[in-house]
């Protein structure tokens, strides 16, 4: 069964770090690129950054660029976000979606980051 599954999230203060974890399975699954977004509840979800897994080619939003960085692990299909200087706005459910080279998109569960003020 094709998933991803994210973890490291938590609670931490305002201008701390956090990273997140996310690994798309299984080990065969060709992945052309890995994304995170992350929601608020009421509000809509939101792109927060994107590497190519191929040519390992960034993009981020431009409300976390410079604070967040998207790293990955080819041999173990596994992505990293990196967050540091957090503030109250971060706080947020953090999702990562693969998009396979074939097939539709797969997004995880979530994992939660609150922030405190």
């Known amino acids: 069964q094709e998933q991803v599954v994210e973890s490291g999230g938590g609670l931490v203060e305002a201008g701390g770090s956090l990273r997140l974890s996310c690994v798309a399975s299984?080990?065969?699954?060709?992945?052309?690129?890995l994304a995170w977004s992350r929601q608020v509840p009421g509000k809509e979800r939101e792109f927060v950054a994107r590497?190519?897994?191929?040519?390992?080619?960034?993009n981020y939003a431009g409300d976390v660029k410079g604070r967040f960085t998207i790293t990955n692990d080819n041999a173990k299909n596994t992505v990293f976000l990196d967050m540091k200087s957090l503030n109250p706005e971060d706080t947020a459910i953090y999702y990562c979606?693969?998009?396979?080279?074939?097939?539709?998109?797969?997004w995880g569960q979530g994992t939660q980051v609150t922030l405190s003020s």
């Open positions: 979606k693969a998009q396979p080279l074939f097939g539709r998109e797969i």
């Open positions: 299984p080990r065969s699954l060709s992945i052309a690129d």
């Open positions: 590497i190519n897994w191929i040519s390992g080619s960034t």
